[in-house]
């Protein structure tokens, strides 16, 4: 038996990058897949990778900071899967500007992606999970939700921070209906735009030294706990803060 057998569930940021390695695994788990992006090419591209090894998923162009564009994205899933199950916040962004010469129009853009954006998605979901009798949510936080981080910025922590109490907010006032609320807080994920940074060396060891377990978190490695959270084993996880980290929280 699949983990997320015949699960409908939709993946915001899914076109590439951690919310397309998400999205695969849910695939091929037995979920139907909703990436829901901005990046309708890479998108795609992921949707018709998923459907070659014979999953299932589909495209919705999401903007994360528009309301109308949740209220469309979760019409069409209802469309396309009759229900839906589970919601994954997982679009965010970072601009690396220190507080002292933060543009405020580049932390209004992060509040927007990071929070409105799940606040958003929360708000029009909850209908549709209570209706189908529960359900799952999960926020994509960060360590920085949970800590002080030496080398991020304070818009980023901000931003991840909310997104952490959101969550446990959520997790408490709809537990009644049986939706589920948790959040996952990776520490540096090995991502391309990593490897670019960490082509200076200096930066790449400052990072590796602050994880007990001296790697960095893969992909994998999130889309695990994401998959563990969004399936019926978590059934009696909510308002949990589960860190992803190799142990950088833990000290």
Partial sequence: MKRLEDKVVL?????QGLGA??????AAE????CIGDLKAGAGNQTVAEIRAKGHRAFFI???VTSEQSWIEAFAAVVREGGRLDALVNNAGINI???IEVMKEANLDAMLAVNVKGPFLGIKHVIPLLRKGGGGSIINISSVCGLIGHAFTTEAYTLTKGAVTLLTKS??????????RCNSIHPSTVDTPL???LFKDPAKKQERLGEVPLGRLATETDVANAALFLV??????LNGVALPVDGGVTAD
Avoid: C, H, Q, W
């Fill in 170 to 179: 959520i997790a408490v006032r709809y537990a009644k209906d049986n939706i």
């Fill in 11 to 15: 993946i915001s940021g899914a076109a």
């Fill in 96 to 98: 690396r500007e220190p």
């Fill in 194 to 196: 990593m490897r670019e």
């Fill in 21 to 26: 390695a998400m999205a695969r695994l849910f």
């Fill in 30 to 33: 037995g979920a139907l897949v």
């Fill in 61 to 63: 162009t999401l903007d």
């Fill in 231 to 236: 399936s019926d084993a978590a059934g009696f």
